[in-house]
């Protein structure tokens, strides 16, 4: 969800939508996470939300966006409406034929949360295609100032799943088989520890995995995801 704490709509619409899918969606049709880039409030944004968002990504020209298995739609209309849509995306994004699967593990100590993912693919995948994992570190329950339309400021709006951190310097992360084949039933295993700012709640914080296809041209395609509470 493509947001910031200035828009309007977001507080409105776009937020609201959200709530709904982490409530109702999270772990059993899809991941949720909130990308922050530009906001009033400089502790939401994220440093490589820039990256996901320019023209060669997902060419993010508005907000409040949500972006759904290579699918976009702005959020001004009712909640409802929106919601549906994201769950009929999820529920088209199911029926399809399984490529990869993950599994996601979190451990806290300190100031770094060591991130695990095993992936396994299911069928044979021909030498070119490049695959890779991003493991997103997310804070849930952010209270912060928020812009809504139609009221005054709300100063201690709940910002659910805030993108934090994650693994590599791009928001793809690392790459699983450098283009090189993979065999039906092959696992990968990879880990990273990913640095935590002391401001961040702890408690709050969850670790989302996304397996991304990367083409040569065109938008990175999610492949498959899963979330550690």
């Known amino acids: 969800h493509f947001t910031e704490d200035w828009c309007g709509p977001c507080g409105k619409t776009g937020g609201p939508t959200f709530d709904s899918c982490v409530k109702v969606l ?10 922050y880039e530009s906001s009033d409030n400089a502790s ?7 990256l996901m968002e320019n023209a060669n990504n997902y060419n993010i020209t508005g907000i409040p966006t949500m972006y759904v298995n290579a ?3 702005t959020f001004y209309t009712s909640i ?8 009929t995306q999820a529920t088209t994004f199911a029926g399809q034929a399984v490529v990869a699967g993950v599994y996601v593990s979190k451990s806290v100590d ?3 949360m060591n991130a695990s993912a095993n992936i396994k693919f299911y069928s044979a995948i021909a030498a070119g295609k490049d695959y890779r994992l991003s493991l997103y570190v997310l ?12 009221v005054p400021d ?22 699983i088989n450098n283009s090189a084949a993979i065999s ?5 295993d990879i880990s990273a520890p990913i640095t935590l700012k002391p401001a961040w709640n702890k408690n709050n914080l969850k670790l989302m995995a996304v397996i991304w296809e990367v083409p040569t041209t065109g938008k990175p395609k999610v492949v498959n995801s899963n979330v550690a509470k």
């Open 154 to 175: 709300v100063l201690n709006y709940v910002h659910r799943n805030v993108w934090r951190a994650s693994n590599g310097t791009d928001y793809k992360g690392v790459k």
């Open 184 to 188: 039906a039933n092959q696992r990968f």
């Open 71 to 73: 699918a976009t739609t």
């Open 26 to 35: 999270e772990g059993s049709k899809i991941t949720c996470m909130k990308v």
């Open 44 to 50: 939401l944004n994220n440093s490589t939300a820039s």
């Open 110 to 112: 300190g100031d770094v």
């Open 80 to 87: 409802g409406t929106n919601f549906n849509w994201i769950k």
């Open 139 to 150: 804070e849930d329950n952010v209270i912060a100032k928020q812009v809504v339309s139609g």
